[in-house]
């Protein structure tokens, strides 16, 4: 981060201050605390970081910000919320540098596609991107702040539950480019609609300058029928679009295909399966086209993904081939989730699948369209586990598949996991983050083969 005056914080925050200092970092946990930081005193749910204040600048911070009226001993700059002045002076901060910003967001997707794109763009230019979950109203600032002298570029993404959220984040990161991967069911509870979810991902527009790129996925149902004569908007996809893929072939642990794009051809194999990562890869390499990067030089960066966690990772495993997919879950991954099991070459191919968390009134409807999903996929064997999971079992046993299967503990459905698999089977976990079906995987990895 480069430097700023205490001075310019309070008037990009509408604060006042005490005494003017220099402040070379941003910082809202003691524990990362450094020498010449602003610590930023955050008011959450279940923590008042103002009672640490004082911690902070004894521990070398050379200001807070506050919001409440407490007593320090050393510098302050007192705003009205220190939870919004850290997204106003994310967003002053950005405004100084005059680079490439892609802003992404889509209900499934936006990581993987951020993760693709940051490959892309880094290849030419000197980038940073967002890391791990850091796509909020807290997070997104912090990555702004990253920004400095020998930064060329970023790739930044932006996550949101309500309405407003993508409007606050994109004023604050101003995008020169906006990217939205799709419009799924997820947050649906809080938006009220598909169409309200296209709405509230069409704020990233808000921070983003007219005559801009507006890349959108062209077979999202939703999506395609967005117009905008204020952008330039390009749509991406496997059945149309501006960027086509075409000749797509899968092996277990790659998948190659052809990016057909204003009269040109460039060939492109990723190191991952699934349908829903070509997708991923073609957005990516529209930012790479708009960015005028070279198109080998965007096949060749997209070449050296590396799936992250836990986030559809294939691994071939004593003959077997497990995918680990339990980062996140929404109706639209659970289906990128089956497809990508029934397009793996194997003998037996096992879904084991737990729970899809926040849909509300819609997550009895949506995971019986799960188990409707798996039997129209053809799986071979479906496990189950999980309160909601009931529901994707009973939906699949009336849709025609026998082998479906619900269980009360991972214990007792690892046990039956490994009563079944066989050398060449295929197996693919999938569930929300907060279900932790990475306890069954651990299982499983322990005992297969003993």
Not at 15 to 28: Q, R, S, Y
Not at 67 to 94: C, F, M, Q, W
Not at 165 to 177: G, Q, V, Y
Not at 254 to 272: E, H, L, N, S
Request: charged letters at 25%; aromatic letters at 8%.
């Amino acid at each position: 981060m480069n430097k700023l005056k205490l001075s310019e914080i309070a008037n990009a925050c509408a604060g006042t201050f005490n005494n003017d200092c220099e402040i070379n970092g941003v910082c809202i946990d003691t524990r990362k605390i450094t020498d010449g930081c602003l610590f930023i005193c955050i008011k959450g749910e279940r923590f008042d970081a103002h009672q640490f204040a004082q911690e902070a600048l004894d521990k070398g911070a050379a200001a807070v910000m506050i919001h409440s009226d407490i007593k320090v001993n050393g510098n302050y700059v007192k705003v009205e919320n220190t939870s919004k002045a850290l997204l106003d002076l994310g967003g002053y901060y950005r405004s100084k540098f005059n680079i490439p910003l892609v802003g992404l967001t889509g209900s499934v997707g936006k990581t993987t596609t951020k993760e693709f794109t940051y490959l892309v763009v880094n290849a030419k230019y000197n980038a940073i991107k967002t890391l791990g979950n850091l796509n909020n109203e807290i997070g997104l600032p912090q990555m702004l702040f990253n920004l400095d002298d020998s930064t060329q570029a970023a790739v930044i993404e932006m996550g949101m539950n309500h309405f407003g959220e993508i409007h606050r984040l994109t004023t604050a990161a101003k995008p020169t480019i906006a990217l939205i991967t799709n419009v799924g069911t997820s947050h649906i509870e809080n938006l009220g609609s598909r169409e309200g979810i296209l709405e509230a991902k069409l704020e990233i527009l808000d921070g983003l300058e007219k005559g801009s790129p507006l890349i959108l996925n062209g077979d999202n149902d939703m999506l395609k029928t967005v117009k905008n004569d204020d952008y330039k908007i390009v749509f991406y996809g496997i059945e149309d679009g501006d960027f086509k893929a075409e000749n797509i072939t899968q092996d277990n642990d790659q998948t190659a295909f052809d990016i057909v794009y204003f009269g040109k051809r460039q060939r492109v194999v990723i190191p991952t399966i699934g349908i829903h990562n070509v997708y991923n890869a073609l957005a990516a390499f529209a930012v790479g086209y708009f960015l005028d990067i070279d198109s080998q030089m965007c096949a060749d960066a997209l070449a050296q993904y590396v799936p992250e966690g836990m986030r559809q990772k294939s691994v071939s495993y004593g003959g077997i081939t497990f995918i680990e997919d339990c980062y996140n879950a929404s109706p639209d991954s659970m289906r990128a989730a089956i497809h990508t099991l029934a397009d793996t070459k194997s003998n037996k191919k096992i879904a084991v699948l737990s729970d899809m968390l926040e849909l509300g009134d819609y997550s009895i409807q949506a995971h019986s369209e799960v188990g409707k999903m798996a039997a129209d996929a053809g799986v071979d064997y479906l496990f189950t586990v999980g309160e909601m999971s009931k529901y994707i079992n009973s939906s699949a046993k009336e849709n025609g598949l026998e082998n479906a299967f619900h269980f009360d503990s991972k214990e007792e459905l690892a046990d039956k996991l490994l009563e079944i698999l066989q050398t060449g089977d295929a197996v693919i976990f999938k569930a929300s983050r907060g279900m932790k079906l990475e306890d069954v995987i651990h299982n499983v990895y322990d005992r297969w083969g003993k």
